[in-house]
């Protein structure tokens, strides 16, 4: 049982929460998706900052994403002798043009390397980690 439990640790980098991005993470844990807008300009943004980074304003809300979006760019990883790489390799790696016209850099699972496709239909998929952590991937759209 203990060894069982032992192959299932998660050995990848995981990020550090903060209070800018906690809001984003505490969405994850429940699988939905969340970009900031800017009531002043109504700008989108993702990565989470305390201020919108087209206008500096501080008036900026969560904004529940659809999940749902297109491939805008992609690449396989072939190697990565990193600890919790190497396991998964090949893996795919892209920027998704979100339905709400931002990007995300995340990993595209359920699919293989050659299937990928720029302007390819993706949606958001979770995947808990850890208790405290939940990544967002993105699989071909169902």
């Not at 087209?54 to 994403?65: F, G, H, N, P, R």
């Not at 297109?70 to 043009?97: C, E, H, M």
């Not at 595209?108 to 808990?128: H, L, N, R, Y």
């Amino acid at each position: 049982m203990a060894e069982e439990k032992e192959k299932k640790r998660y050995e990848k980098f995981l990020p550090s929460i903060d209070e800018e991005s906690r809001p984003f993470w505490e969405a994850t844990k429940r699988h939905e998706l969340y970009v900031q807008k800017c009531r002043d300009c109504g700008f989108v943004q993702f990565h989470p900052r305390a201020v919108c980074t087209a206008c500096l304003s501080s008036s900026v809300q969560w904004l529940k994403s659809s999940g749902r979006g297109k491939i805008y760019t992609w690449s396989v990883t072939n190697q990565n002798p990193g600890r919790g790489f190497r396991d998964a390799l090949p893996y795919i790696v892209a920027y998704v043009d979100l339905d709400e016209g931002v990007k995300i850099f995340a990993n595209v699972v359920d699919c293989k390397p050659e299937e990928v496709k720029i302007g390819m239909p993706v949606e958001a998929a979770f995947t808990d980690v850890t208790p405290e952590f939940t990544l967002v991937n993105f699989r071909p759209a169902r």
